[in-house]
């Protein structure tokens, strides 16, 4: 069992930054793929970014590639996903989740087996 808390998130100017936080608890952890994913009002979830265990490969949506940065440091199990050049579009519920069945990067939701509870990110324009 994996247990995901985000935090970080708040009200931010449009061109601004904000940096999530996702700590885990969980003996699979620092061996799971990690990512993070995301829902506007009205829209499905969406991906944003995935990294592997050991942080060696990223990727990104195309909408926030350049902009994000996903990392992690498993010696705190926390994975990060750093915002800049925040964008009014990239107002939306925050969620980490875990993958821990594979070891490539993933981007399809139904691929990860836990999830945090969301932290909201809300960008003024």
């Known amino acids: 069992q994996v247990q995901l808390v985000e935090s970080g998130g708040g009200l931010v100017q449009a061109g601004g930054s904000l940096r999530l936080s996702c700590a885990a608890s969980?003996?699979?952890?620092?061996?799971?793929?990690a990512g993070w994913f995301r829902r506007a009002p009205g829209k499905e979830r969406e991906f944003v970014a995935t990294?592997?265990?050991?942080?060696?490969?990223?990727y990104y949506a195309d909408s926030v590639k350049g902009r994000f940065t996903i990392s992690r440091d498993n010696a705190k199990d926390t994975v990060y996903l750093q915002m800049n050049s925040l964008k009014p579009e990239d107002t939306a519920v925050y969620y980490c989740?875990?993958?821990?069945?594979?070891?490539?990067?993933?981007?399809?939701?139904?691929?990860?087996?836990?999830w945090g509870q969301g932290t909201q990110v809300t960008v003024s324009s």
């Open positions: 989740a875990a993958a821990p069945r594979f070891y490539t990067y993933r981007v399809y939701d139904y691929e990860y087996d836990y």
């Open positions: 969980g003996r699979t952890f620092s061996t799971s793929v």
């Open positions: 990294l592997t265990w050991n942080g060696g490969a990223t």
